[in-house]
Nanobody
C-alpha cells in the first residue's frame, strides 16, 4: 500500500509563489509516475502536471505551462510542484497521485493524497 501526504499549501497573493510537496511511503515510488491534479469549488478535478518515473519527462496543462514546475526525488520518496506567478484561478485543493501510466487522466493513477488547499487572493 502507498500513502501520499501533501504539504505546502496556503494563502498567497496573486503573483506570488508556493511550493507543494508530496511525501510517499512504500517502496514503489520510484517505479511510479507521479501527477498533480486540482479541484476548485464546484468544478471537476483537473490535471495539472505529470512526471515520469525517472523524472526525465514532464507534461503540463496549458493553464499552468511556464508557471509551474514538477519535480521528484526518488531517493527521498518525494515529489514537488513549484508554482510561480500564481493567479486567483489557481485556487483549488491540490492532490498528488501515483500510478503505473504516464498520463493526464485521473484513471491512470492508483494512489491519491488527501489534498492541500491553495488560495490565491487578488
Amino acid at each position: 500500500q502507498v500513502q501520499l501526504v501533501e504539504s505546502g499549501g496556503g494563502l498567497v497573493q496573486a503573483g506570488g509563489s508556493l511550493r507543494l510537496s508530496c511525501a510517499a511511503s512504500g517502496r514503489t515510488f520510484s517505479s511510479s509516475t507521479m501527477g498533480w491534479f486540482r479541484q476548485a469549488p464546484g468544478k471537476e478535478r483537473e490535471f495539472v502536471a505529470v512526471i515520469s518515473r525517472s523524472g526525465a519527462n514532464t507534461y503540463y496543462a496549458n493553464s499552468v505551462k511556464g508557471r509551474f514546475t514538477i519535480s521528484r526525488d526518488n531517493a527521498k520518496n518525494t515529489g514537488n510542484l513549484q508554482m510561480n506567478s500564481l493567479k486567483p484561478e489557481d485556487t483549488a485543493v491540490y492532490y498528488c497521485a501515483t500510478g503505473s501510466a504516464y498520463g493526464a487522466y485521473s484513471s491512470s493513477y492508483q494512489y491519491w493524497g488527501q489534498g492541500t488547499q491553495v488560495t490565491v487572493s487578488e
